[in-house]
Each structure stands twice: as structure tokens, then as C-alpha cells.
């Protein structure tokens, strides 16, 4: 499936007027230089010089990943963590954004799970993927629905394995389409963030004059619930804790 | 090469200060080729001190009417130095000809006795022209300490320059190298003049070599073809950087002398007060280029691994420790040492060590410029840390070079070296990793946890998703092409099931087909077979609307079915006729015009549409 999905990105590009773009000697050098300061050890520069391609429009999977290689041997944790959720959605099957991805998720206290195993096992299937990729398999298997109902169409319903096929096929269907669908609505309702201040203090309201009521320390994933001025309404789903941080301590995957 | 230039200053500064505790006497007489009667001028000259006391000796000259010309002081600005010298001079007139010897002029100072060179001079007789020559000055070098001098005209390209005042020459120690083996590039300023200012050195151009001086620059005095001459001899070590012909482009050096054109003979005169003020004559002197053969390093027997590097090379390597714990830092360093061009060295390849982190490796060299040759020694320090325990070793290092001298390459080795590494206090902590020693697989043990590194091999595009058409479109297109399929297989079904409606729906399609195939043969004025073709268009069209055969049917079976079908009289007469005109055509002996024929067309396509609206109407009802 995956081979079908980078088949099918690669002819889209091809026939995009942008496959004719070349990355500019510029931006190649930056990128060099980028990479020889990862090397060197110097990662401030690093960040600088993924930053500056990002800014002239070269954002994909890739520039993410090294973004966060440079910030988390920078020890920036919860900054490392974004990156690499904003890779892993430009480029969801790559194995090295999820092994890093994990890597530092593991630096992060994660409050226990109380859920049994079979609640754990369904929660990480349904997340397993994301909202377009299963849309994606979803139209995959309508295309096959579809040549099996033509062919029923042109052999005029003849054939009980024909039939059968296309009864799976349509079964199938409506699976994924209802996966594809829940998912994209969650996505589209639910926004996550990720803690990028070492501590980062929830207050009650959005304000400093409100209390302060928990920390949430870097690299946590949250909830975003909302946003006013300059502060974020973040919520703990495990926890059931809410509360209201800067702005710039969390940073939204959108 | 400002380095250079310093040098030099540095040098005739410090010859000068040498210089300035004795006292040097010279003697010149001009010209040194007279006739009987004619004046020469003697000059003695007495430069470091000037406090002396009475005079210098004159030889026994019973050959010459000698006549005192006076005592003159002068100062001159030299190599930065004030230098004063005392000038006595005397009017010499030969008495007869012949060659005759001047003897030694002597001065006593300080309890030594300093003394001039002989000249010699040539008298011609009376009235007769002699050739002048240039005036001799042989310097008189005081005992000291100062540079030992090369054989007298041994030095490479002096003896055409036999005779000048200054001038200076650039020679190399030999002239086919390969790539970065070193020449010796020697310069030397030869000057037997009075210079009154510093010289102005001009280094030539080395574009294409790295170059390294070599001080310090010597001094001394060389004698050529009779005439003693002071020289500054400046070495510099040249490494070619690239193989081909290489030129290294003269050198110049400006000196400020004394003004010699506008000298008038004036054997009284002094001209101390000329040369002060007037400033002197600026000389430009030149040296030759010279072309070197530059050499590629051979290819043939290169190792795989070669460095590089060229020259006559000695390697070591060592640990700063021989036991350290997990996680401690430990420096390895490689020292290369020995004689070519330190600097550009090349690095080492460190073998894969297993068991250690790697840092990165920085490098230092020390060069060292002795007799002419440049040595030193290259240092490449690389940290690494031990991650497990026990005994690590590192694998011997080798290193290949090429060796100019031997024209061959060189392999050096050191054998492999060992660290005792203890466990540590505390799990080796590296940036973002973390330790583990629990076994994942067969055979598998996981060291240091840690991220993947950077993403190298990709292209920077963009990332574009996909736009909201293509899911729209991909989703929609497979049903309204299975509705297509429907449609299609549906009327398929009704066409194979009714062969009259099959017909009827074809019968226009076939008709306008034989009427374009009649109107192809109009043009080419076939009208027998224009008017079959017309003819056939009308029966097939009507014939398969009526449901009647083809071949079978006849002009009166059809105009009966039109009647019974209600059609116009006037339009079913037409058919009729234009049925026959065409019977008529076919068969008569004689032509059809043109005109006539495309009318008949024309009325053909009208009958067509016509009858095709009666026939459908008639089919609804």
C-alpha cells in the first residue's frame, strides 16, 4: 500500500509544474551548511539554517526531521517533539520521523495508563492513521468496488465469486470510509500541541492575575482547546485537568 | 613576502650596526685608463668613523705628479642607518705610459692598520684616446663576524652582470618537481654602489605555489671577476600546487643611488652637497623569470588510500591514558612528522573503532625552517570515548605518502593500540541518548540508545497535498463511469433484441454516408455512378425506416407505404421523380450537367430530412 501511495505521489508530481523546481544553489549551500554545523556540533547554527529554508518555502518532512534532530541535541525536548509530529504528517509511513519520534517521547514523563489492553489496543489501531491516509485506502478499495461492479455491469451479474468480491469490496468500503470519515472529522475538531517551555505553568483563566493551578512539564503533548490574546487554553485528557499557558509555550500543530 | 621585505631591512640594519664599530677604508681611481698628462682622480674613502686623525699613507707613486684634492666630509641615509664617511681626494697625472700599479693605501686606527686593495692603471700615450672603464671600488672587508662566503664566481647567473653596480638574481635549487615537493627559491641583491635610501624589494609573483620564507637572510661578500661585491641572499621555500609549467615571474628591487650621469669631471670638486639635496638616480633592477617543470603525482602504484601528502614522512599515535573509565573523554593523537610542506599534510583515515563514540578530530601544526628546509610536524587529536567495558583496541593506522626523493610512494603503519576501559560511576551519558545493555535479539546488544541522524539524500521540494479536486474527483468519476457502463450495456441489449430499431437508428447514418460517396462522384463528374449512389441512399434510408428489405424493395412498394402512412402528396411525387430522373440518368447514352446533378443532390438531403420528421411523427403515434 505504501508503494501504491508513493507511485501515485510520484505521477502526481510528475505532471505538477512544480517537479520542474529545483532547489536553488542557495538554499542547496544553506543546506550543506546545515548539515556540516549538525556535524560540527554547532546545532544553534543548524536550526538557524533549517529555519531560513523553511522561510523560503521549502517545508517538507524532511527539513522538519533534522529540525528536530538539532533541537533535541540542543535538549529542547518539546520543540523536538513538534517538529517531528509535523514531519510525521507530511510523510506518515516514515519509519525514521517515528523511531525519533519515539525516541524522545521517551524523555517525556507520560501519565499512566489505566485502560485495559483491548481499550489501548483499539485507541492505537483507530490513531494508528491518520484521516488522508485512510481516505486514501478508502478510495483505493472504492476503486476496486468499482471495476468489480463494472465487470458485473458487462458480464449482466453472471458469476458467484465475481459477486462476491464486490460484496467484500463494498463491505470493505464502508469500513474505511467510516474510519476515513471519523478521523478526519476528529482531526479537523481536535488540535494537539506540544509543550516547548521547560515548565509550563496553566493558570485558570488567560491571564497572569489568575492563579496558577498545574505544570505541565516540556515535551507534553496537550490538547489545544482554545486561544485568547496571548494565551492557550490546553486541556490534560488523561489527567481531566485544563488551564491556560502562553502562547508561546505551547506550540500547536496548527 | 612584507615578511621578506622586513627581513631585508632587518638585515642591512644589522650588517650596518656590525659595520659601524670598525672602519673600512676604499680606494678608487677614475678613470683607470689614461694618457700620459691626462688627470686621474683618486679617492679614498674612510666610512664608520670620522674622528680620525690625520691622513692616510699614500703609496710610492714615482710614476705620477700626485696633487692633494682636499678632505670632505659626508653623510649619507642608508638602510636607515646615518653613516658618515671621510673622502680625501688626489689628482694623479701619469708621467709616462705603461701599466702601473697603485699600492695599498694605509690608515692606522685604533692600534690597527687598515688598508685598499691595489689598482691598476693603464697609460696610453700622449693625444691618444683610451678607453675609459668603470671605476673600481674594492672594498676592504674588516675582520668580524660575517656571513662565510660562497666561491667566487660560483653563484648561478652573476658573471654577465660582471661589472655593474647592483644588480640582483633569482635562481631555484632544481627545476622539475612533482606537485608539492619543495623548491628552494634564492634571491640575492649583489651591490658594491653607495645606496641612499632603503631598496624597494618587489618579490616575484608566486602564483600557484605555497610558499614559506626562510630566514634568516645571510650576508656576506663575494668577489666577481675582481670586484668585490656585498650581497643579501633571501631563501624561500616554494611547494607547487598544481602540475604543469609553471613560471615564477622576476623579482625587482628599487635602489636610490648616486646620480653618476651629471657628474662632471671636477677633480677638485665635492660633491657632497650635490649628492645631499639632489636625491640620487632610482634604479630598477630586475631578475629573470624562470620556468619550473611541475610534475603530477604518478598514478601508477598509488595505494587507494593515499593522503596526499608528499614528502619524507615518520608517523606515530598514541593514547593520552592507558585506562579509563566508560564515558571518559580520551584523546588519540597521530603525529606525522618530518620534511616537506607541514601545512598542507593531510588528514589520517581513523579505522572504525568499535566501542567508542568518535568526536570530531582537529588538527595543529608546528613547522620548523632550518638550513634552508622546511620540517615539522602535523598533529591530529581526535576525542573518543569508550561506551563498553573491558579491553578496546583500535586498529593500526596506516598512512600512505609519496616520496619524491625515491619516486615511490611510502606506506607508514603504527601498530594498534589498547585502552583498559573500567565501568563507570555513572551509564555513559551522551547527549540524547541513553544507555542500555539489555539484549534485543539473538546476538544483538544495544549500547547507547540514541535518535537517527539527519535526513542527507532528499531534494528540497516542497510539500504540496493533494487539492480537494483530485478526492472529489477521484470519488466521483468511478460511479458516473459505472452509470456510462450501464447506459451502454442497456441499449446494447435493446439494439441486439429489436433488428428494426437497429435499423431505423442507423438509417440516416448509412443514408448521409452513400450520399457524401455521391458527392464524391459528382466532382469527379461520374453521374452514372453518381446517380446509383443517390438512387441507393433514397431506398435504404426509406427502406429501413419502412422496415422493408433493402434489396428487395422497389420505387412503388415504397411511395405505397408512403401513402399508407399519410405522407404529403407533393413530397412523395417528388420522391418519385427524383426516382426516376436518377432510372434515366443511369441508363440514358448522354451526360448530365453539373448544375442539374448538384440540384438533385440537394433535393435528395432535403427529401431525407423531410420524410425523416414524417416517419418519426408517424412512429409516435
Given at each position: 500500500m505504501r508503494r501504491i501511495f508513493i507511485l501515485a505521489g510520484s505521477l502526481f508530481w510528475l505532471v505538477s509544474p512544480l517537479a520542474a523546481e529545483g532547489p536553488a544553489d542557495e538554499s542547496g549551500q544553506k543546506l550543506a551548511g546545515a548539515r556540516a554545523a549538525f556535524d560540527s556540533g554547532d546545532y544553534a547554527r543548524a536550526v538557524a539554517d533549517y529555519h531560513w529554508l523553511l522561510d523560503q518555502g521549502w517545508e517538507n518532512a524532511e527539513l522538519y526531521y533534522n529540525l528536530g534532530n538539532a533541537e533535541f541535541k540542543q535538549h529542547h525536548l518539546g520543540r523536538a517533539i513538534a517538529y517531528y509530529r509535523w514531519a510525521l504528517k507530511k510523510s506518515p509511513f516514515d519509519d525514521d520521523i517515528r523511531y525519533n519520534l519515539r525516541h524522545v517521547r521517551s524523555f517525556v514523563r507520560q501519565p499512566p495508563d489505566r485502560s485495559g489492553p483491548l481499550a489501548r489496543l483499539g485507541r492505537d489501531l483507530f490513531n494508528r492513521f491518520s484521516g488522508p491516509i485512510l481516505a486514501g485506502v478508502a478510495w483505493i478499495v472504492f476503486l476496486i468496488l468499482a471495476i468489480l461492479t463494472g465487470s458485473l455491469i458487462i458480464t449482466r451479474g453472471r458469476g458467484d465469486a465475481l459477486r462476491w468480491f464486490a460484496g467484500t469490496a463494498g463491505v470493505f468500503f464502508l469500513f474505511f470510509a467510516a474510519w476515513a470519515s471519523v478521523r478526519l472529522i476528529i482531526e479537523k475538531k481536535v488540535c494537539w500541541g506540544v509543550v516547548v517551555a521547560v515548565q509550563a505553568e496553566a493558570r485558570n483563566g488567560p491571564g497572569p492575575e489568575y492563579q496558577v493551578g498545574f505544570t505541565v512539564p516540556e515535551g507534553r503533548e496537550v490538547r489545544i482547546l482554545g486561544r485568547e490574546k496571548e494565551w492557550t487554553a490546553i486541556g490534560l485528557p488523561r489527567e481531566g485537568y485544563k488551564g491556560w499557558v502562553l502562547a508561546q509555550e505551547v506550540w500547536a500543530d496548527r | 613576502m612584507r615578511k621578506i621585505m622586513g627581513s631585508i631591512i632587518l638585515c642591512a640594519l644589522t650588517a650596518s650596526a656590525a659595520w659601524a664599530q670598525e672602519i673600512s677604508i676604499s680606494a678608487m681611481a677614475n678613470p683607470q685608463q689614461a694618457a700620459v698628462g691626462q688627470h686621474i682622480r683618486l679617492v679614498v674613502t674612510i666610512e664608520g668613523k670620522v674622528n680620525l686623525k690625520g691622513s692616510p699613507r699614500l703609496p710610492d707613486m714615482p710614476e705620477f705628479q700626485v696633487y692633494e684634492g682636499g678632505r670632505s666630509s659626508n653623510f649619507s641615509f642608508v638602510n636607515g642607518k646615518i653613516s658618515s664617511a671621510l673622502k680625501f681626494t688626489y689628482v694623479l697625472v701619469p708621467k709616462g705610459t705603461g701599466n702601473f700599479t697603485i699600492g695599498p693605501v694605509q690608515i692606522d686606527h685604533a692600534g690597527r692598520t687598515y688598508s685598499t686593495q691595489p689598482i691598476q692603471i693603464q697609460v696610453g700615450s700622449s693625444g691618444r684616446a683610451v678607453q675609459p672603464s668603470r671605476p673600481s671600488r674594492p672594498p676592504v672587508v674588516p675582520p668580524g663576524p660575517r656571513a662565510k662566503p660562497p666561491k667566487t664566481d660560483t653563484l648561478p647567473g652573476t658573471s654577465r652582470y660582471a661589472g655593474k653596480g647592483a644588480f640582483?638574481?633569482?635562481?631555484?635549487?632544481?627545476?622539475?618537481?612533482?606537485?608539492?615537493?619543495?623548491?628552494?627559491?634564492?634571491?640575492?641583491?649583489?651591490?658594491?654602489?653607495?645606496?641612499?635610501?632603503?631598496?624597494?624589494?618587489?618579490?616575484?609573483?608566486?602564483?600557484?605555489?605555497?610558499?614559506?620564507?626562510?630566514?634568516?637572510?645571510?650576508?656576506?661578500?663575494?668577489?666577481?671577476?675582481?670586484?668585490?661585491?656585498?650581497?643579501?641572499?633571501?631563501?624561500?621555500?616554494?611547494?607547487?600546487?598544481?602540475?604543469?609549467?609553471?613560471?615564477?615571474?622576476?623579482?625587482?628591487?628599487?635602489?636610490?643611488?648616486?646620480?653618476?650621469?651629471?657628474?662632471?669631471?671636477?677633480?677638485?670638486?665635492?660633491?657632497?652637497?650635490?649628492?645631499?639635496?639632489?636625491?640620487?638616480?632610482?634604479?630598477?633592477?630586475?631578475?629573470?623569470?624562470?620556468?619550473?617543470?611541475?610534475?603530477?603525482?604518478?598514478?601508477?602504484?598509488?595505494?587507494?588510500?593515499?593522503?596526499?601528502?608528499?614528502?619524507?614522512?615518520?608517523?606515530?599515535?598514541?593514547?593520552?591514558?592507558?585506562?579509563?573509565?566508560?564515558?571518559?573523554?580520551?584523546?588519540?593523537?597521530?603525529?606525522?612528522?618530518?620534511?616537506?610542506?607541514?601545512?598542507?599534510?593531510?588528514?589520517?583515515?581513523?579505522?572504525?573503532?568499535?566501542?567508542?563514540?568518535?568526536?570530531?578530530?582537529?588538527?595543529?601544526?608546528?613547522?620548523?625552517?632550518?638550513?634552508?628546509?622546511?620540517?615539522?610536524?602535523?598533529?591530529?587529536?581526535?576525542?573518543?570515548?569508550?561506551?563498553?567495558?573491558?579491553?578496546?583496541?583500535?586498529?593500526?593506522?596506516?598512512?600512505?605518502?609519496?616520496?619524491?626523493?625515491?619516486?615511490?610512494?611510502?606506506?607508514?603503519?603504527?601498530?594498534?593500540?589498547?585502552?583498559?576501559?573500567?565501568?563507570?560511576?555513572?551509564?555513559?551519558?551522551?547527549?540524547?541518548?541513553?544507555?542500555?545493555?539489555?539484549?534485543?535479539?539473538?546476538?544483538?546488544?544495544?549500547?547507547?540508545?540514541?535518535?537517527?541522524?539527519?535526513?542527507?539524500?532528499?531534494?528540497?521540494?516542497?510539500?504540496?497535498?493533494?487539492?480537494?479536486?483530485?478526492?472529489?474527483?477521484?470519488?466521483?468519476?468511478?460511479?458516473?463511469?459505472?452509470?456510462?457502463?450501464?447506459?451502454?450495456?442497456?441499449?446494447?441489449?435493446?439494439?441486439?433484441?429489436?433488428?428494426?430499431?437497429?435499423?431505423?437508428?442507423?438509417?440516416?447514418?448509412?443514408?448521409?454516408?452513400?450520399?457524401?460517396?455521391?458527392?464524391?462522384?459528382?466532382?469527379?463528374?461520374?453521374?452514372?455512378?453518381?446517380?446509383?449512389?443517390?438512387?441507393?441512399?433514397?431506398?435504404?434510408?426509406?427502406?429501413?425506416?419502412?422496415?422493408?428489405?433493402?434489396?428487395?424493395?422497389?420505387?412503388?412498394?415504397?411511395?405505397?407505404?408512403?401513402?399508407?402512412?399519410?405522407?404529403?402528396?407533393?413530397?412523395?411525387?417528388?420522391?418519385?421523380?427524383?426516382?426516376?430522373?436518377?432510372?434515366?440518368?443511369?441508363?440514358?447514352?448522354?451526360?448530365?450537367?453539373?448544375?442539374?446533378?448538384?440540384?438533385?443532390?440537394?433535393?435528395?438531403?432535403?427529401?431525407?430530412?423531410?420524410?425523416?420528421?414524417?416517419?418519426?411523427?408517424?412512429?409516435?403515434?
Open positions: - | 640582483i638574481t633569482t635562481s631555484v635549487d632544481h627545476r622539475r618537481v612533482y606537485v608539492n615537493e619543495p623548491v628552494i627559491l634564492t634571491f640575492r641583491f649583489f651591490s658594491r654602489i653607495r645606496l641612499l635610501s632603503q631598496p624597494q624589494y618587489q618579490p616575484p609573483d608566486t602564483s600557484g605555489f605555497w610558499a614559506e620564507d626562510l630566514p634568516p637572510q645571510r650576508n656576506y661578500n663575494v668577489r666577481i671577476q675582481g670586484q668585490e661585491y656585498q650581497v643579501i641572499e633571501i631563501k624561500t621555500a616554494l611547494f607547487p600546487t598544481t602540475a604543469g609549467k609553471l613560471t615564477i615571474s622576476p623579482a625587482t628591487l628599487v635602489v636610490q643611488t648616486r646620480d653618476f650621469r651629471r657628474r662632471s669631471f671636477d677633480p677638485l670638486g665635492d660633491d657632497f652637497f650635490r649628492d645631499f639635496f639632489s636625491g640620487g638616480q632610482q634604479v630598477k633592477l630586475s631578475s629573470d623569470p624562470i620556468n619550473l617543470e611541475v610534475k603530477p603525482i604518478p598514478r601508477e602504484g598509488r595505494p587507494k588510500e593515499f593522503s596526499g601528502t608528499v614528502g619524507q614522512w615518520s608517523l606515530s599515535a598514541k593514547l593520552d591514558r592507558k585506562q579509563a573509565k566508560v564515558g571518559e573523554a580520551v584523546t588519540m593523537e597521530i603525529r606525522i612528522f618530518g620534511e616537506g610542506n607541514v601545512k598542507s599534510v593531510g588528514k589520517p583515515r581513523i579505522p572504525v573503532l568499535k566501542g567508542f563514540k568518535v568526536y570530531e578530530t582537529v588538527s595543529s601544526s608546528e613547522v620548523q625552517k632550518q638550513k634552508g628546509r622546511v620540517k615539522g610536524v602535523k598533529i591530529y587529536r581526535t576525542l573518543i570515548r569508550p561506551e563498553v567495558t573491558g579491553k578496546l583496541t583500535i586498529p593500526p593506522i596506516i598512512y600512505n605518502y609519496f616520496n619524491p626523493g625515491k619516486r615511490r610512494f611510502e606506506k607508514l603503519e603504527v601498530p594498534s593500540l589498547s585502552l583498559e576501559v573500567l565501568p563507570g560511576k555513572t551509564q555513559p551519558v551522551v547527549v540524547g541518548s541513553r544507555s542500555t545493555s539489555e539484549p534485543v535479539g539473538p546476538g544483538v546488544k544495544v549500547v547507547a540508545e540514541d535518535i537517527r541522524y539527519l535526513k542527507t539524500n532528499f531534494s528540497l521540494k516542497p510539500f504540496r497535498p493533494w487539492p480537494a479536486w483530485i478526492w472529489i474527483a477521484g470519488f466521483l468519476l468511478p460511479p458516473i463511469g459505472l452509470g456510462a457502463l450501464w447506459f451502454w450495456q442497456r441499449r446494447q441489449d435493446q439494439l441486439a433484441s429489436d433488428p428494426r430499431y437497429a435499423r431505423r437508428l442507423k438509417a440516416e447514418q448509412s443514408a448521409r454516408r452513400v450520399l457524401r460517396q455521391a458527392r464524391t462522384q459528382r466532382l469527379r463528374r461520374d453521374s452514372k455512378a453518381f446517380y446509383a449512389s443517390l438512387s441507393q441512399a433514397l431506398t435504404w434510408y426509406l427502406a429501413d425506416h419502412l422496415g422493408i428489405s433493402r434489396s428487395g424493395s422497389t420505387k412503388r412498394e415504397i411511395v405505397q407505404k408512403l401513402h399508407d402512412i399519410g405522407a404529403e402528396e407533393i413530397m412523395v411525387e417528388k420522391l418519385a421523380n427524383l426516382f426516376d430522373e436518377c432510372d434515366f440518368a443511369r441508363f440514358a447514352p448522354s451526360g448530365r450537367k453539373d448544375a442539374e446533378m448538384e440540384r438533385q443532390e440537394q433535393e435528395a438531403e432535403d427529401l431525407l430530412v423531410k420524410l425523416g420528421r414524417i416517419l418519426s411523427k408517424e412512429r409516435k403515434v
